[in-house]
Protein backbone atom coordinates (compact mmCIF):
# COMPACT_ATOMS: atom_id res chain seq x y z
CA UNK A 1 0.00 0.00 0.00
CA UNK A 2 1.37 3.20 -1.00
CA UNK A 3 2.35 5.61 1.80
CA UNK A 4 0.47 9.59 1.60
CA UNK A 5 2.59 12.63 2.09
CA UNK A 6 2.16 13.44 5.37
CA UNK A 7 3.29 10.08 7.35
CA UNK A 8 2.02 11.57 11.10
CA UNK A 9 -1.14 12.78 10.37
CA UNK A 10 -3.70 10.05 12.37
CA UNK A 11 -7.23 10.01 12.35
CA UNK A 12 -9.27 8.50 15.24
CA UNK A 13 -11.78 5.95 14.04
CA UNK A 14 -15.15 4.77 15.79
CA UNK A 15 -17.61 1.53 15.48
CA UNK A 16 -20.43 0.92 17.12
CA UNK A 17 -22.57 -2.21 18.18
CA UNK A 18 -25.75 -2.34 19.50
CA UNK A 19 -26.33 -5.84 20.48
CA UNK A 20 -29.06 -7.79 22.28
CA UNK A 21 -26.83 -8.53 25.15
CA UNK A 22 -24.32 -5.99 24.61
CA UNK A 23 -23.45 -2.21 23.46
CA UNK A 24 -20.01 -2.53 22.29
CA UNK A 25 -17.57 0.61 20.98
CA UNK A 26 -14.39 -0.08 19.60
CA UNK A 27 -11.54 2.93 18.50
CA UNK A 28 -8.86 2.93 16.75
CA UNK A 29 -6.45 4.98 14.83
CA UNK A 30 -5.61 4.94 11.68
CA UNK A 31 -2.38 6.38 10.10
CA UNK A 32 -1.47 7.86 6.42
CA UNK A 33 0.82 4.68 6.55
CA UNK A 34 -1.74 2.36 6.34
CA UNK A 35 -0.86 1.63 10.08
CA UNK A 36 -3.93 0.72 11.77
CA UNK A 37 -3.63 0.51 15.63
CA UNK A 38 -6.79 -0.69 17.95
CA UNK A 39 -6.95 2.10 20.76
CA UNK A 40 -9.66 -0.01 22.67
CA UNK A 41 -12.56 -2.02 23.21
CA UNK A 42 -15.29 -1.25 25.72
CA UNK A 43 -18.95 -3.03 26.50
CA UNK A 44 -22.00 -2.17 28.67
CA UNK A 45 -24.46 -4.23 29.18
CA UNK A 46 -27.70 -3.65 26.63
CA UNK A 47 -30.69 -2.05 27.23
CA UNK A 48 -33.63 -0.89 25.08
CA UNK A 49 -32.16 -3.71 22.29
CA UNK A 50 -33.65 -6.95 21.11
CA UNK A 51 -32.74 -8.92 17.96
CA UNK A 52 -30.88 -5.90 16.68
CA UNK A 53 -33.51 -3.53 17.11
CA UNK A 54 -34.75 -0.87 19.48
CA UNK A 55 -37.85 -1.53 21.43
CA UNK A 56 -37.09 1.15 24.33
CA UNK A 57 -36.10 4.25 22.40
CA UNK A 58 -35.31 5.79 26.39
CA UNK A 59 -32.99 2.54 27.87
CA UNK A 60 -31.12 2.15 24.96
CA UNK A 61 -30.37 5.83 24.57
CA UNK A 62 -28.74 5.97 27.99
CA UNK A 63 -27.20 2.87 27.94
CA UNK A 64 -25.18 4.03 24.89
CA UNK A 65 -24.50 7.09 26.44
CA UNK A 66 -23.22 5.73 29.41
CA UNK A 67 -20.90 3.51 26.90
CA UNK A 68 -19.54 6.62 24.83
CA UNK A 69 -18.94 8.40 28.52
CA UNK A 70 -17.23 5.58 29.51
CA UNK A 71 -14.94 5.21 26.40
CA UNK A 72 -13.81 9.37 25.52
CA UNK A 73 -12.43 9.05 29.45
CA UNK A 74 -10.81 6.02 29.12
CA UNK A 75 -9.25 7.01 25.61
CA UNK A 76 -8.97 10.43 27.11
CA UNK A 77 -10.36 11.91 23.90
CA UNK A 78 -13.63 13.19 22.38
CA UNK A 79 -15.16 11.69 19.76
CA UNK A 80 -15.18 14.16 17.51
CA UNK A 81 -15.24 11.94 14.02
CA UNK A 82 -17.96 10.37 12.55
CA UNK A 83 -19.15 7.09 14.41
CA UNK A 84 -19.14 3.33 11.81
CA UNK A 85 -22.68 2.18 13.14
CA UNK A 86 -22.83 -1.99 12.69
CA UNK A 87 -26.14 -2.58 11.38
CA UNK A 88 -28.13 -5.16 12.05
CA UNK A 89 -31.65 -6.92 12.52
CA UNK A 90 -33.79 -9.98 12.19
CA UNK A 91 -35.93 -7.53 10.30
CA UNK A 92 -32.97 -7.63 7.22
CA UNK A 93 -33.56 -9.68 3.92
CA UNK A 94 -30.77 -10.62 1.50
CA UNK A 95 -31.96 -10.83 -2.18
CA UNK A 96 -30.13 -12.45 -4.99
CA UNK A 97 -30.31 -10.88 -8.36
CA UNK A 98 -28.88 -10.95 -11.52
CA UNK A 99 -28.89 -8.49 -14.20
CA UNK A 100 -27.93 -7.90 -18.03
CA UNK A 101 -26.61 -4.60 -19.90
CA UNK A 102 -25.85 -4.52 -23.09
CA UNK A 103 -22.20 -2.32 -23.51
CA UNK A 104 -21.69 -1.10 -26.88
CA UNK A 105 -21.61 -3.25 -30.22
CA UNK A 106 -18.29 -1.67 -31.44
CA UNK A 107 -15.12 -4.44 -31.16
CA UNK A 108 -13.11 -2.47 -28.69
CA UNK A 109 -15.76 -1.84 -26.46
CA UNK A 110 -14.74 -2.02 -22.88
CA UNK A 111 -16.64 -2.01 -19.01
CA UNK A 112 -16.51 1.35 -17.17
CA UNK A 113 -17.34 2.06 -13.68
CA UNK A 114 -20.76 3.65 -14.49
CA UNK A 115 -21.73 0.88 -16.74
CA UNK A 116 -21.35 -1.54 -13.33
CA UNK A 117 -23.11 1.10 -11.51
CA UNK A 118 -26.09 1.15 -14.15
CA UNK A 119 -26.04 -2.49 -13.67
CA UNK A 120 -26.20 -2.65 -9.65
CA UNK A 121 -29.53 0.28 -10.01
CA UNK A 122 -31.13 -1.66 -12.40
CA UNK A 123 -30.72 -4.94 -10.28
CA UNK A 124 -31.97 -2.66 -7.61
CA UNK A 125 -35.15 -0.98 -9.00
CA UNK A 126 -36.42 -4.75 -9.99
CA UNK A 127 -36.14 -5.58 -6.59
CA UNK A 128 -37.68 -2.62 -4.86
CA UNK A 129 -40.60 -3.35 -7.11
CA UNK A 130 -41.37 -6.95 -5.41
CA UNK A 131 -41.41 -5.41 -1.67
CA UNK A 132 -43.83 -4.29 0.84
CA UNK A 133 -43.94 -0.31 1.28
CA UNK A 134 -42.40 -0.84 4.45
CA UNK A 135 -39.41 -2.04 3.42
CA UNK A 136 -36.79 0.38 2.71
CA UNK A 137 -33.05 -0.71 0.11
CA UNK A 138 -29.85 -0.86 2.53
CA UNK A 139 -26.99 -2.01 0.24
CA UNK A 140 -26.45 -3.56 -3.02
CA UNK A 141 -23.43 -5.76 -2.77
CA UNK A 142 -21.70 -7.02 -6.27
CA UNK A 143 -21.48 -10.93 -6.15
CA UNK A 144 -19.74 -11.47 -8.71
CA UNK A 145 -20.03 -10.17 -12.93
CA UNK A 146 -19.58 -12.45 -16.02
CA UNK A 147 -17.81 -10.91 -19.44
CA UNK A 148 -20.33 -12.26 -22.79
CA UNK A 149 -21.48 -15.09 -20.84
CA UNK A 150 -17.52 -16.15 -19.52
CA UNK A 151 -16.02 -17.17 -16.74
CA UNK A 152 -16.81 -15.00 -13.19
CA UNK A 153 -14.94 -12.18 -12.80
CA UNK A 154 -14.72 -9.89 -9.67
CA UNK A 155 -14.01 -6.54 -11.01
CA UNK A 156 -14.82 -5.99 -15.04
CA UNK A 157 -14.40 -2.49 -15.00
CA UNK A 158 -11.57 -1.98 -18.32
CA UNK A 159 -12.24 -5.34 -19.76
CA UNK A 160 -13.56 -5.81 -23.55
CA UNK A 161 -17.02 -6.61 -23.70
CA UNK A 162 -20.28 -5.96 -25.96
CA UNK A 163 -22.40 -7.60 -22.75
CA UNK A 164 -22.37 -7.36 -18.99
CA UNK A 165 -23.95 -9.53 -16.57
CA UNK A 166 -23.64 -9.03 -12.85
CA UNK A 167 -24.65 -11.03 -9.62
CA UNK A 168 -26.21 -9.12 -6.79
CA UNK A 169 -27.17 -9.16 -2.96
CA UNK A 170 -29.75 -6.40 -2.51
CA UNK A 171 -30.27 -5.91 1.14
CA UNK A 172 -33.55 -3.76 2.79
CA UNK A 173 -35.13 -3.89 6.01
CA UNK A 174 -37.89 -2.07 7.84
CA UNK A 175 -37.87 1.52 8.30
CA UNK A 176 -38.81 2.17 11.59
CA UNK A 177 -36.64 -0.11 12.38
CA UNK A 178 -33.65 1.74 10.56
CA UNK A 179 -34.98 4.96 11.64
CA UNK A 180 -34.94 4.30 15.73
CA UNK A 181 -31.35 3.04 15.46
CA UNK A 182 -29.78 6.25 13.27
CA UNK A 183 -32.06 8.23 15.89
CA UNK A 184 -30.50 6.70 19.54
CA UNK A 185 -26.90 7.79 17.86
CA UNK A 186 -27.50 11.35 16.36
CA UNK A 187 -29.15 12.50 19.68
CA UNK A 188 -26.35 11.71 21.60
CA UNK A 189 -24.71 14.22 18.97
CA UNK A 190 -22.53 11.69 17.22
CA UNK A 191 -22.43 12.07 13.36
CA UNK A 192 -22.52 8.59 11.53
CA UNK A 193 -20.10 8.34 8.81
CA UNK A 194 -21.50 5.17 7.62
CA UNK A 195 -23.21 1.72 8.10
CA UNK A 196 -21.11 -1.30 8.53
CA UNK A 197 -23.24 -4.76 8.09
CA UNK A 198 -23.00 -6.68 11.30
CA UNK A 199 -22.65 -10.20 9.35
CA UNK A 200 -19.41 -8.77 6.76
CA UNK A 201 -18.31 -7.47 9.53
CA UNK A 202 -18.00 -10.20 11.54
CA UNK A 203 -16.53 -12.19 8.69
CA UNK A 204 -13.71 -9.58 7.59
CA UNK A 205 -12.55 -9.67 11.22
CA UNK A 206 -12.26 -13.58 11.20
CA UNK A 207 -11.37 -14.65 7.58
CA UNK A 208 -7.99 -14.45 5.62
CA UNK A 209 -8.27 -13.66 1.63
CA UNK A 210 -7.06 -17.19 1.20
CA UNK A 211 -10.08 -17.91 3.17
CA UNK A 212 -12.70 -15.66 0.96
CA UNK A 213 -10.91 -17.30 -2.17
CA UNK A 214 -11.54 -20.75 -1.43
CA UNK A 215 -15.28 -20.37 -0.14
CA UNK A 216 -16.40 -19.71 3.37
CA UNK A 217 -18.77 -19.52 5.62
CA UNK A 218 -18.77 -17.65 8.67
CA UNK A 219 -21.27 -18.12 11.61
CA UNK A 220 -21.32 -15.00 13.84
CA UNK A 221 -23.54 -16.68 16.98
CA UNK A 222 -24.29 -13.43 19.20
CA UNK A 223 -27.01 -12.94 22.19
CA UNK A 224 -30.46 -12.33 20.54
CA UNK A 225 -28.92 -13.09 16.55
CA UNK A 226 -26.84 -15.32 14.70
CA UNK A 227 -25.10 -13.73 11.37
CA UNK A 228 -24.04 -15.48 9.08
CA UNK A 229 -21.68 -14.66 5.85
CA UNK A 230 -20.86 -16.98 2.65
CA UNK A 231 -17.63 -16.00 0.90
CA UNK A 232 -16.92 -16.98 -2.83
CA UNK A 233 -13.93 -16.29 -4.74
CA UNK A 234 -13.08 -13.38 -2.67
CA UNK A 235 -16.48 -11.49 -2.98
CA UNK A 236 -19.47 -12.08 -0.43
CA UNK A 237 -22.12 -14.59 -1.99
CA UNK A 238 -24.74 -14.26 0.32
CA UNK A 239 -25.48 -13.37 3.89
CA UNK A 240 -28.42 -14.17 6.00
CA UNK A 241 -29.55 -12.96 9.93
CA UNK A 242 -31.58 -15.68 12.09
CA UNK A 243 -33.07 -14.21 14.95
CA UNK A 244 -31.89 -16.54 17.34
CA UNK A 245 -29.28 -16.56 19.73
CA UNK A 246 -27.56 -17.23 23.27
CA UNK A 247 -30.30 -16.02 25.07
CA UNK A 248 -32.71 -17.92 24.06
CA UNK A 249 -30.65 -21.36 24.53
CA UNK A 250 -30.47 -19.82 28.03
CA UNK A 251 -34.98 -19.47 27.99
CA UNK A 252 -34.51 -22.95 27.01
CA UNK A 253 -32.66 -24.15 30.06
CA UNK A 254 -35.16 -22.09 32.05
CA UNK A 255 -37.76 -23.83 31.07
CA UNK A 256 -36.76 -27.26 30.84
CA UNK A 257 -35.09 -27.57 34.11
CA UNK A 258 -37.68 -25.04 35.87
CA UNK A 259 -34.58 -22.53 36.70
CA UNK A 260 -34.70 -19.05 37.26
CA UNK A 261 -33.21 -16.99 34.32
CA UNK A 262 -30.46 -16.02 36.10
CA UNK A 263 -29.22 -19.24 37.76
CA UNK A 264 -29.94 -20.58 33.57
CA UNK A 265 -27.53 -18.30 31.80
CA UNK A 266 -24.40 -18.63 34.51
CA UNK A 267 -25.39 -22.89 33.81
CA UNK A 268 -24.90 -22.16 30.04
CA UNK A 269 -22.19 -20.36 30.39
CA UNK A 270 -19.90 -22.52 32.86
CA UNK A 271 -21.75 -26.05 31.83
CA UNK A 272 -23.07 -25.68 28.67
CA UNK A 273 -21.89 -28.27 25.65
CA UNK A 274 -23.21 -29.01 22.65
CA UNK A 275 -21.87 -32.46 22.66
CA UNK A 276 -20.98 -35.39 25.09
CA UNK A 277 -18.02 -37.49 25.16
CA UNK A 278 -18.77 -40.68 26.53
CA UNK A 279 -16.96 -39.95 30.59
CA UNK A 280 -19.72 -36.51 30.81
CA UNK A 281 -22.96 -39.27 30.28
CA UNK A 282 -23.80 -39.73 33.62
CA UNK A 283 -22.11 -36.82 35.14
CA UNK A 284 -24.47 -34.48 37.65
CA UNK A 285 -23.85 -30.70 38.18
CA UNK A 286 -25.25 -29.52 41.97
CA UNK A 287 -26.30 -25.97 42.14
CA UNK A 288 -26.61 -24.68 45.22
CA UNK A 289 -29.26 -24.11 47.07
CA UNK A 290 -29.85 -20.09 47.46
CA UNK A 291 -32.40 -17.77 49.88
CA UNK A 292 -34.51 -17.55 46.87
CA UNK A 293 -33.77 -20.62 45.21
CA UNK A 294 -34.08 -24.58 46.37
CA UNK A 295 -31.03 -25.64 44.42
CA UNK A 296 -31.51 -28.17 41.61
CA UNK A 297 -29.09 -31.35 40.63
CA UNK A 298 -29.25 -31.02 36.75
CA UNK A 299 -27.69 -34.43 34.40
CA UNK A 300 -25.07 -32.93 32.37
CA UNK A 301 -26.49 -35.00 29.37
CA UNK A 302 -29.81 -33.53 29.84
CA UNK A 303 -28.19 -30.05 29.79
CA UNK A 304 -26.47 -30.86 26.35
CA UNK A 305 -29.69 -32.33 24.83
CA UNK A 306 -31.10 -28.72 25.54
CA UNK A 307 -28.02 -26.82 23.98
CA UNK A 308 -27.75 -28.55 21.19
CA UNK A 309 -31.01 -28.86 20.00
CA UNK A 310 -31.15 -24.97 19.71
CA UNK A 311 -27.82 -24.85 18.15
CA UNK A 312 -28.82 -27.59 15.73
CA UNK A 313 -31.59 -26.42 14.67
CA UNK A 314 -30.16 -22.71 14.00
CA UNK A 315 -27.28 -24.64 11.79
CA UNK A 316 -30.15 -26.28 10.27
CA UNK A 317 -31.92 -23.27 9.14
CA UNK A 318 -28.63 -21.74 7.86
CA UNK A 319 -27.92 -24.74 5.98
CA UNK A 320 -31.39 -24.49 4.07
CA UNK A 321 -30.81 -20.83 3.15
CA UNK A 322 -27.16 -21.47 2.03
CA UNK A 323 -28.19 -24.31 0.34
CA UNK A 324 -26.48 -27.74 -0.77
CA UNK A 325 -24.92 -26.86 -4.10
CA UNK A 326 -22.76 -24.00 -2.73
CA UNK A 327 -21.73 -26.06 1.12
CA UNK A 328 -20.20 -28.23 -1.58
CA UNK A 329 -18.13 -25.33 -3.20
CA UNK A 330 -16.73 -24.12 0.17
CA UNK A 331 -13.40 -25.10 0.47
CA UNK A 332 -12.64 -22.76 3.26
CA UNK A 333 -14.97 -25.11 5.72
CA UNK A 334 -16.86 -23.03 8.43
CA UNK A 335 -15.86 -20.41 11.18
CA UNK A 336 -17.89 -19.72 14.24
CA UNK A 337 -17.47 -16.39 15.86
CA UNK A 338 -19.89 -14.33 18.33
CA UNK A 339 -20.04 -15.42 22.20
CA UNK A 340 -21.46 -18.51 22.02
CA UNK A 341 -18.53 -20.41 19.37
CA UNK A 342 -17.10 -20.40 22.97
CA UNK A 343 -19.52 -23.40 23.49
CA UNK A 344 -17.45 -26.75 24.18
CA UNK A 345 -18.11 -29.22 21.28
CA UNK A 346 -20.02 -26.22 19.05
CA UNK A 347 -17.66 -27.12 16.47
CA UNK A 348 -18.17 -31.11 16.36
CA UNK A 349 -21.98 -29.90 16.12
CA UNK A 350 -21.41 -27.49 13.20
CA UNK A 351 -19.45 -30.50 11.26
CA UNK A 352 -22.13 -32.82 11.95
CA UNK A 353 -24.74 -30.62 10.11
CA UNK A 354 -22.58 -28.98 7.69
CA UNK A 355 -20.11 -31.73 6.73
CA UNK A 356 -17.25 -29.45 6.58
CA UNK A 357 -14.48 -28.63 8.43
CA UNK A 358 -14.96 -26.55 11.23
CA UNK A 359 -12.72 -23.64 13.19
CA UNK A 360 -13.69 -21.56 16.18
CA UNK A 361 -12.83 -17.98 17.01
CA UNK A 362 -11.29 -18.07 19.68
CA UNK A 363 -9.27 -21.53 19.31
CA UNK A 364 -7.94 -22.34 15.86
CA UNK A 365 -8.69 -19.88 14.18
CA UNK A 366 -6.85 -16.20 13.83
CA UNK A 367 -7.87 -14.58 10.94
CA UNK A 368 -7.47 -11.27 9.23
CA UNK A 369 -8.47 -9.20 12.28
CA UNK A 370 -4.31 -9.61 13.36
CA UNK A 371 -3.99 -6.30 11.07
CA UNK A 372 -5.58 -4.45 13.87
CA UNK A 373 -2.23 -3.86 15.82
CA UNK A 374 -2.48 -4.81 19.56
CA UNK A 375 -5.47 -7.11 18.73
CA UNK A 376 -3.78 -10.29 19.55
CA UNK A 377 -5.50 -10.51 22.86
CA UNK A 378 -9.15 -9.22 21.17
CA UNK A 379 -9.00 -12.17 19.16
CA UNK A 380 -9.35 -14.73 21.77
CA UNK A 381 -12.58 -12.76 22.43
CA UNK A 382 -14.75 -13.40 19.86
CA UNK A 383 -17.91 -11.79 20.96
CA UNK A 384 -15.94 -8.88 19.46
CA UNK A 385 -15.56 -9.59 16.22
CA UNK A 386 -18.19 -7.82 14.68
CA UNK A 387 -16.55 -4.23 15.89
CA UNK A 388 -13.30 -5.06 15.14
CA UNK A 389 -14.54 -6.42 11.52
CA UNK A 390 -16.37 -2.74 11.39
CA UNK A 391 -12.90 -0.83 11.93
CA UNK A 392 -11.02 -3.15 9.62
CA UNK A 393 -13.64 -1.86 6.81
CA UNK A 394 -13.66 1.83 7.87
CA UNK A 395 -9.85 2.07 7.84
CA UNK A 396 -9.91 0.33 4.62
CA UNK A 397 -12.20 3.08 3.09
CA UNK A 398 -10.43 5.65 4.47
CA UNK A 399 -7.29 4.51 2.77
CA UNK A 400 -9.36 4.46 -0.27
CA UNK A 401 -10.72 7.79 -0.62
CA UNK A 402 -10.61 9.49 -3.45
CA UNK A 403 -10.47 5.92 -5.51
CA UNK A 404 -13.28 4.24 -7.67
CA UNK A 405 -15.61 2.80 -5.03
CA UNK A 406 -17.94 -0.29 -6.10
CA UNK A 407 -21.69 0.26 -6.52
CA UNK A 408 -23.17 1.60 -3.46
CA UNK A 409 -26.63 2.37 -2.49
CA UNK A 410 -27.34 4.83 0.25
CA UNK A 411 -30.18 4.32 3.01
CA UNK A 412 -32.95 7.26 1.59
CA UNK A 413 -34.54 8.93 4.21
CA UNK A 414 -32.26 8.80 6.88
CA UNK A 415 -29.08 9.87 5.92
CA UNK A 416 -28.13 11.38 2.95
CA UNK A 417 -25.78 9.94 0.58
CA UNK A 418 -24.41 7.37 3.26
CA UNK A 419 -22.45 4.32 2.34
CA UNK A 420 -22.71 1.50 3.49
CA UNK A 421 -19.43 -0.79 3.83
CA UNK A 422 -18.76 -4.34 2.96
Not at 109 to 136: G, N, Y
Not at 182 to 188: A, D, M, N, Y
Not at 226 to 254: K, L, R
Not at 378 to 407: C, F, N, R, W
Request: aromatic residues 4%; charged residues 25%; neutral net charge.
Amino acid sequence: MLPFKNKTKKKTLVAIEMGTSKMVLGMAETRSDGILTLTGLWAQRSAGVRKGEIVGASQAGQQLKRLILEAEKEAGRHITDGAYLLLSGSHLRCDKRTHRLEISPEEDAHVTAKDTETLAAEATEKAQSEWADDRWHVATIPRSFRIDGGSRVSDPVGMNATKLEGDFLVVHGIASHLKNLVSKVKELKIDIETFSLSPIASAHAVLGEEQRDQGTLVIDMGGGLTHYAVYQHGNVDGMGVIGVGGDHVTQDISRAFNLPVSHSDKLKREHGIACLDRTQRNQIINLKSEITFGGAAIYVESLMQVVRARWEETFEIIKGEVGGETLKLLGGGVVLTGGSARTPGIERLANEVFGLPVQAVGREARGAVRSILNAEKEIDQPEYSTVLGGLMLAHEQEMKKGAALKPLVFLKGILEKVRVLY
